[in-house]
């Protein structure tokens, strides 16, 4: 007999119907179940622009689960407000016993799930959170004397030697015992992004487990070249873009461990090292829930960040005069979307070269980035800062022209992005500054006025920086 008569499913940055534990163990200890997600007002009164790409790809997920539940009969409970008074609220009306979600990493999102779980105790009714995001959470990967680690490769080795296919096996949902339709539309609000009070937005990529199935199938047939073509922004195979999936959970990380386990190629095996890192960050996150606020060397708490608002919009907005960079950015506000080495290349920039916070180009990536993530954004921009865990040595220093050279050495990537520098050779195209005025007149280029002249020489900055790290 099952523990439970009635349980419910909260689904969160899981939004899919296969491979998912909080929905499988709700099943097997459940009589009936019903499947609820909440619009949390909390985080949506935060979002100032109405046509932010997100909603319409948790919206477009969302509309995918919503009909695979009405074609068995049921469908999904839609709420607008804040979890910790709807989840409870919802749990009596409907006469629920248990709470079933997938575990969640962030510190808003801890308090709050505490919240929902000391309110639903004292309605004596239960709740779980199950390991879900991750193959394993910060304490299952420590070092020998039981601390976290502070440096990537000695944890993914220890990741790798403790994960079995076990760790990675389906956690299968049957998508049985629904609790039919009829005994829930009264619960529901409709699935629309306007009463929600946001627009649907046309995103390059789609919302939804099919999608992200495509894509992760797609990829994986040419996942041995990973290694030699993932720094390539040209290349549009090049990667997965499976990250905004991964953040929404519309593809399950154990799932592609378990596409690409035994494979020894080393395209694989870096690919695989990218998931890791993903863990590595949700596992500093949450070891260390204040690095949203402070730096992880936190003698770097104390640097004043010289650089300028003006300088700051000039990034923002692509108009620095470093092609890559300002490609980079240009790509970025029209998609929602960066290459992994553009962004390690503009948030160097933004923090050696503009001398501005870390923090200023880390909130404008997450007010913006389709794929953000709390671990990994503010990962990787310490990392790129010089101020993190494992971070970057501040005296390395990414130069944009050699990076550009290096990374885009047709230009594809840059004239895609700059059709003002179209026409430019390719000997001038990732530094035109180093050309003569007359030589660009001869491509229809007036620094200043077609496009901007350097706003400050890296040379002269690198220097600046490393001053500004060293005091
Ligand atoms: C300054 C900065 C900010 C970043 N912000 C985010 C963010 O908000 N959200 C995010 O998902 N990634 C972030 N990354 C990591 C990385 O750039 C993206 O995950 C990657 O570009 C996504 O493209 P992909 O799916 O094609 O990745 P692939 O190369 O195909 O990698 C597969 C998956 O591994 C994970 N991954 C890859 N690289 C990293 C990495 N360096 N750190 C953590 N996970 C990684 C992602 O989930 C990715 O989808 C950031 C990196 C930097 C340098």
């Given at each position: 007999m099952n523990p439970f008569k009635r349980s419910l499913v909260w689904i969160r940055r899981d939004l899919r119907t296969h491979d998912h534990r909080a929905w499988s163990v709700a099943e097997q200890e459940s009589e009936?179940?019903?499947?609820?997600?909440?619009?949390?007002?909390?985080?949506?009164?935060?979002?100032?622009?109405?046509?932010?790409?997100?909603?319409?790809?948790?919206?477009?997920?969302?509309?995918?689960?919503?009909?695979?539940?009405?074609?068995?009969?049921?469908?999904?409970?839609?709420?607008?407000?804040?979890?910790?008074?709807?989840?409870?609220?919802?749990?009596?009306?409907?006469n629920i016993d248990a709470v079933f979600t997938n575990r969640d990493y962030e510190p808003y999102a801890k308090k709050r799930d505490a919240h929902v779980e000391e309110t639903l105790k004292k309605a004596a009714k239960k709740f779980f959170s199950l390991k879900d995001q991750v193959i394993f959470e910060a304490d299952e990967v420590k070092n020998l004397s039981g601390d976290y680690f502070k440096v990537f490769t000695p944890y993914s080795k220890t990741w790798r030697a403790k994960v079995t296919k076990q760790n990675v096996e389906e956690a299968r949902v049957r998508l049985k015992n629904l609790i039919p339709a009829k005994n829930l539309q009264e619960f529901s609000q409709k699935l629309e992004l306007e009463s929600v009070g946001f627009k649907e937005t046309k995103n390059w990529i789609k919302g939804g487990c099919k999608n992200a199935h495509k894509l992760a199938q797609d990829f994986l047939k040419s996942v041995k070249n990973y290694k030699d073509e993932r720094d390539f922004p040209a290349l549009t195979q090049g990667t997965s873009h499976l990250s905004t999936h991964l953040r929404f959970g519309t593809i399950n990380v154990r799932e592609l461990f378990r596409e690409t386990w035994g494979l020894q190629n080393a395209g694989?095996?870096?690919?695989?090292?990218?998931?890791?890192?993903?863990?590595?960050?949700?596992?500093?996150?949450?070891?260390?829930?204040?690095?949203?606020?402070?730096?992880?060397?936190?003698?770097?708490?104390?640097?004043?960040?010289?650089?300028?608002?003006?300088?700051?919009?000039?990034?923002?907005?692509?108009?620095?005069?470093?092609?890559?960079?300002?490609?980079?950015?240009?790509?970025?506000?029209?998609?929602?979307?960066?290459?992994?080495?553009?962004?390690?290349?503009?948030?160097?920039?933004?923090t050696k070269d503009l001398l501005c916070s870390w923090k200023w180009g880390e909130k404008y990536f997450a007010n913006h980035l389709l794929d953000f993530d709390l671990a990994s954004n503010n990962g990787g921009w310490q990392w790129a800062a010089s101020v993190g865990c494992d971070a970057q040595p501040y005296f390395r220093i990414f130069n944009p022209v050699l990076q550009s050279e290096r990374f885009d050495p047709e230009g594809v990537f840059l004239k895609a992005e700059l059709p003002e520098l179209k026409k430019l050779s390719l000997k001038y195209l990732h530094a035109p500054w180093t050309a003569t005025p007359l030589e660009l007149s001869a491509y229809g280029i007036e620094l200043g006025k077609t496009y901007p002249h350097p706003i400050v020489i890296h040379a002269e900055q690198k220097d600046k920086a490393i001053k500004l790290f060293k005091s």
């Open positions: 009936e179940t019903a499947v609820v997600f909440v619009f949390d007002s909390n985080i949506l009164k935060k979002i100032s622009n109405n046509e932010d790409r997100r909603l319409t790809f948790i919206y477009e997920s969302l509309v995918e689960i919503d009909s695979q539940l009405r074609a068995k009969g049921s469908q999904l409970i839609v709420l607008h407000g804040d979890p910790t008074q709807e989840i409870p609220q919802l749990a009596q009306r409907l694989a095996l870096t690919w695989q090292n990218e998931l890791i890192w993903r863990e590595f960050y949700q596992m500093l996150l949450s070891a260390y829930p204040s690095l949203p606020e402070n730096c992880f060397q936190e003698k770097c708490n104390s640097i004043k960040w010289p650089g300028t608002q003006k300088d700051f919009k000039a990034w923002c907005e692509g108009q620095t005069g470093y092609p890559i960079v300002d490609a980079a950015m240009r790509h970025f506000n029209k998609t929602g979307w960066m290459h992994n080495r553009l962004r390690m290349i503009v948030a160097s920039f933004l």
